[in-house]
């Protein structure tokens, strides 16, 4: 039953993806699902991985680290750790993931760089700008976001890739794209910035509001639900 359901899911949002792209006149291949798999269990994302996924999202540190356990053999997953990092899981982070979305200060960074094993390629990281100013969300401002790219592009270990931003829910096209197009334009002024920079990724966009986000240039796009069905309790 569920690998019925995992094909239809995936087909249904590689098609949703594929009609987006088409309708913003972009490339088939400028943008890629993030399947979320937080709360689900290992053997959905092994069934996940036969159907061709390989982006793999998780938001709590202690059950990403023992699904990678589990799933050990599938050496071509890459991890990308998606949810609030605090101080004291930077060195596992570091260790064991391939991308981090949620770095927002100088002292996370600096804690992924110098705990980045040298053995490894260095860490890809995003910048999770608060892209609708809300109290309760977790993101550096659009005005410091300048002072930190800068810092960060300067940290040995750690690669900066993009940006990456949950905006407040909004009903209708127009105005879900308007903070993704906040972003992107976020995003270009780094460019513009920091010309020699491999700065290639808007990590932004839901089940909600993917549409509105790849019309504004999205990347990555972080798909749970759809995919996985409704969360089970989360882990901590």
Same mark, same amino acid.
């Given at each position: 039953?569920?690998?019925?359901?995992?094909?239809?899911?995936?087909?249904?949002?590689?098609?949703?993806?594929? =009609?987006?792209?088409?309708?913003?006149?972009?490339?088939?291949?400028?943008?890629?699902?993030? /399947?979320?798999?937080?709360?689900?269990?290992?053997?959905?994302?092994?069934?996940?991985?036969?159907?061709?996924?390989?982006?793999?999202?998780?938001?709590?540190?202690?059950?990403?680290?023992?699904?990678?356990?589990?799933?050990?053999?599938?050496?071509?997953?890459?991890?990308?750790?998606?949810?609030?990092?605090?101080?004291?899981?930077?060195?596992?982070?570091?260790?064991?993931?391939?991308?981090?979305?949620?770095?927002?200060?100088?002292? #996370?960074?600096?804690?992924?760089?110098?705990?980045?094993?040298?053995?490894?390629?260095?860490?890809?990281?995003?910048?999770?700008?608060? #892209?609708?100013?809300?109290?309760?969300?977790?993101?550096?401002?659009?005005?410091?976001?300048?002072?930190?790219?800068?810092?960060?592009?300067?940290?040995?270990?750690?690669?900066?890739?993009?940006?990456?931003?949950?905006? /407040?829910?909004?009903?209708?096209?127009?105005?879900?794209?308007?903070?993704?197009?906040?972003?992107?334009?976020?995003?270009?002024?780094?460019?513009?910035?920091?010309?020699?920079?491999?700065?290639?990724?808007?990590?932004?966009?839901?089940?909600?509001?993917?549409?509105?986000?790849?019309?504004?240039?999205?990347?990555?796009?972080?798909?749970?639900?759809?995919?996985?069905? =409704?969360?089970?309790?989360? =882990?901590?």
């Amino acid at each position: 039953m569920t690998e019925v359901v995992l094909t239809e899911t995936f087909a249904a949002a590689k098609s949703r993806l594929a =009609a987006a792209l088409s309708a913003a006149g972009r490339a088939p291949q400028a943008a890629e699902l993030l /399947a979320v798999s937080k709360t689900k269990p290992a053997a959905m994302i092994r069934e996940a991985h036969g159907l061709g996924q390989r982006q793999f999202g998780e938001n709590y540190l202690q059950e990403a680290l023992d699904k990678q356990s589990e799933l050990a053999d599938l050496d071509d997953i890459t991890w990308h750790f998606i949810g609030p990092l605090q101080s004291n899981k930077t060195r596992q982070v570091a260790e064991h993931f391939d991308w981090v979305h949620s770095v927002d200060r100088e002292k #996370i960074a600096r804690r992924l760089a110098e705990q980045r094993p040298a053995d490894l390629p260095p860490l890809n990281v995003c910048l999770q700008v608060n #892209i609708s100013d809300e109290p309760s969300k977790s993101g550096v401002t659009l005005e410091a976001l300048e002072p930190l790219a800068e810092t960060v592009l300067s940290l040995p270990g750690i690669r900066l890739r993009g940006l990456m931003a949950i905006p /407040a829910p909004s009903d209708g096209l127009d105005e879900q794209r308007a903070p993704f197009a906040r972003l992107r334009e976020a995003l270009e002024a780094l460019k513009a910035r920091f010309p020699d920079a491999e700065l290639d990724t808007l990590s932004m966009g839901m089940s909600d509001d993917l549409e509105a986000a790849v019309a504004e240039g999205a990347t990555l796009l972080r798909l749970g639900t759809a995919l996985f069905g =409704a969360r089970q309790s989360a =882990a901590t």
